[in-house]
């Protein structure tokens, strides 16, 4: 069984060339959920979403951030955020595939 988490953010990419040669994000998440695609008693027939009810917009500037690209590849996006966090972030091909993982969600 697995079940992986996912939220949804809004992203704006800052067209300032003084922060980090245009490669900063800036963000603000405005929803949260979790994503379950399947249980212990087996998969899913599809997704299910569960909302996780943080109040973003009460938080002001605790829910905004950034994100800094310090490598950028064809289906690898390597990025440092605000707070020291390291994401790899893989693209996922529209079809559903995409590049394997050594390790399932």
Known sequence: SSASSSSSSSALANNNSSNNGNRRIDFAFDLAYFELRATPFGAL???????????????????????DTTYLGKDVRVSRGNKGTTFILVREAEDGTGTPLPYDF
């Open 45 to 67: 027939g599809s997704p299910v979403r569960i909302p996780y009810p943080v109040p973003f917009r009460l938080l002001g500037d605790e829910a905004k951030g950034w994100l």
